[in-house]
């Protein structure tokens, strides 16, 4: 059975051990309902995968009537249960205090309940006794108020106030404190279709009700718009949204993701950034088929599940990932290795199957190339990083293919490095493999560095040629620093005067894009990506080889202006194309093709 829950109180006022319990079973509900955005905020990550929607109260159809615009009666009400939460005596003491100026005035409580007794004594006490009254509850309400004056809550705290709705629907001038939970809040926009004061400021209560006492174009102003609440909270359109919730709800799709690991790598941020977004949505898990250190925040929300946790055979491996993959709804695979290996195991399942090319295809092993070939029919679709590389693939697939950039992470700031104080460096950032080719940017550091020998060149990142490359650079003599990974790859970025790219092949570099969007010059070999973003000498550099890098370092490091000049291109002509919303937007549009029933 599904779930739905819905918080109608300030959740911050329950006793402490309520809140602990209900924050640890939140989890629990496929769907959750909020009346203001506090209560969904108290909840927070609580919630998990949870379908959530704030969903106000409707209007009772009795209180939804022709707008009135006659004379009112001189009395002043609110309605409400006699307790602490109400705060009656605030109104009480407030109403007090305008008497003398507005004496043919009545202040009238409608509801009752255990502090009766000591409202009338506080009004008998501040000697309106004459003028308060209390008739208890009444079953016709709306009759009661709807020609008053002015209606009044003034309570500490509130979910969704039913009383002041009601009262705004009817066109009653209103007031209300700003009680916790956000509720008052959420339905009056002070000075438009009502008035707010602060919790428990009798003062601030008395200086209201006078303003729409003595004003009345200002009263009759909130009076029509407070009467538009019968549309906007009218029961046909609160119930139309709880109708889509449970729908969505009953439909609530369940995606998986599978990789290799979420080590540090630019396919794994794109992949946890796309699963910690749509884990809002839908009930989001990540598989990885080898265990590694986690180098990315991943919503608590999310499912994390290890096939090395269960066996260690390949064999055994996939047929539990088979197992695992049939109770999600869509499959989302990234990277060649894992995607064929995905594929195989689902053959002969209807499951959807999203993959997404990270690399150069035609880099491939001739063995991977073949399997994938075989392979490629089980696949819905398939998400590349670059025209060129949708090219590749045959053309009967064009039409399953989307070409969707990086989404930039939000550590990098546009166009920062423009402003940013800059070091006599060199940055490089990229896992230490033979892909990458770091020997030949060494190589043209090195020859750099001969008549630039105040500068250093700065490589981050980790992977199995860094010993070979620490042997590299000590025979070369030069300031070559293998700086490992960075929390902070940004601030690094910016306070360098170069960004270099030696790769032998890529998809499109996260490095490379991220420089671009900083506004930091870059030089690049023409691998994928690059060869799509990259106009030689206008946004960027192009090198082949060790002398032609080396070039280029002097060339951006001698002229500043230049620098600065492609620097900027870069940014603007990458900005739009890796802004996290739009990216994540094409995604959105891709997945939702198969998660519809």
Known sequence: AKIIASERVDPSTYPPSKQKRLKKVAHKADGWVFQTEIQKNWYGNSIG????????????????????????????????????????????????????????????????GPLRKDLELLASNLGIADKVSFPG????????????????????????????????ALGVPCISTDCKGGGARFLIKNGTNGLLTPIGDVEALQTAMEKILSDQFFADNLSHNAHKLCETHSPEKIYAEWENLIKKVILLMKIVFVTDTLSSGGSERVLS????????TYEVSIVCLRKRMIAYDINPAIKLAFADDHHRDITAKLLWLRKYLRQYDLVIAFMLPVFVATLACMLFTRTPIIVSERNDPGKASLFRKIIRRMLLFRMQHMVVQTPEIKKYFPAKYHKRIS??????????????????????????????????????????????????PDHCLDIYGEGPMRQELEEYIERKGCRVRLQGRSANIASQMKSAQVFVLSSDYEGMSNAMIEAMYLGLPVI????????????????????????SIAQAFS?????????REIGLRASNTIKHLVDKNTVLQQWMDIIEKYTKL
């Open 49 to 112: 995968s949870a379908a959530v929607k704030i969903i106000p109260n409707a209007i009772n159809k009795e209180f939804i009537t022709a707008e009135y615009s006659g004379p009112r009666n001189k009395q002043i009400v609110s309605s409400g249960r006699l307790t602490e939460q109400k705060n009656h005596a605030l109104l009480i003491k407030a109403f007090a205090g305008i008497t003398a100026k507005y004496p043919a005035y009545k202040l009238v409580i409608y509801g009752d």
């Open 403 to 452: 070409v969707i950039a990086n989404p930039i992470s939000e550590q990098f700031e546009w166009q920062s490095a423009l402003s940013s104080h800059k070091e006599k460096k060199i940055i490089s950032v990229g896992r230490l493999d033979p892909q990458k080719n770091q020997k030949m940017m060494i190589d043209a550091f090195a020859l750099f560095s001969k008549t630039h």
């Open 555 to 563: 060339y951006l490091s001698e002229n500043e202006t230049a620098a």
């Open 273 to 280: 950034t796309l699963a910690n977004s749509l884990c809002k």
């Open 524 to 547: 690049s070999t023409k691998v994928s990506g690059a060869k799509e973003l990259i106009i030689d000498h206008i946004n960027g550099c192009f090198a082949d080889d060790a002398n």
């Open 137 to 168: 509850y009444t079953t016709e309400i709306r009759k009661k108020i709807e020609r008053s004056s002015l209606f009044v809550l003034s309570s500490d705290f509130e979910g969704m106030p039913n009383a002041l709705m009601e009262a705004m």
